[in-house]
């Protein structure tokens, strides 16, 4: 039901903009995050956007060069990623959810998932 796309491969400064796109639900009546799994390592938050005030937040080590976005008329969430780094190499993935649970910055905050998408950035 959510299907991300735009990942792939750059170098370092480079940048990228990944899409999450829903079939079979509004998202913007959503909460919306993106998060990333990197190999050997848990998943986790990069960045959300709430539904309301569309307020926007981030994990510390991408503020200043990630942008999460939403365009209603497309039903896509953004996440434009510049300034990229070898560390940010992960698979990243969109997820959705109708309520505001616990702190919407882990994965069990949300029920729907996208497929997940691959960054690679190199040095």
């Known amino acids: 039901q959510l299907q991300a796309s735009g990942g792939g491969s750059v170098q370092a400064g480079g940048s990228l903009r990944l899409s999450c796109a829903a079939s079979?639900?509004?998202?913007?009546?959503?909460?919306v995050g993106w998060f990333r799994q990197a190999p050997g390592k848990e998943r986790e938050f990069v960045a959300r956007?709430?539904?309301?005030?569309?307020?926007?937040d981030y994990t510390e080590s991408v503020k200043g060069r990630f942008t999460i976005s939403r365009n209603s008329a497309k039903n896509t969430v953004y996440l434009q990623m510049n300034s990229l780094k070898p560390e940010d190499t992960a698979v990243y993935y969109c997820?959705?959810?109708?309520?505001?649970?616990?702190?919407?910055?882990?994965?069990?905050?949300?029920?729907?998932w996208g497929q997940g998408t691959l960054v690679t950035v190199s040095s």
């Open positions: 079979k639900r509004t998202l913007s009546t959503y909460h």
């Open positions: 956007l709430i539904i309301v005030g569309e307020m926007a």
């Open positions: 997820a959705a959810s109708r309520y505001y649970r616990g702190s919407l910055s882990t994965p069990r905050d949300f029920d729907s």
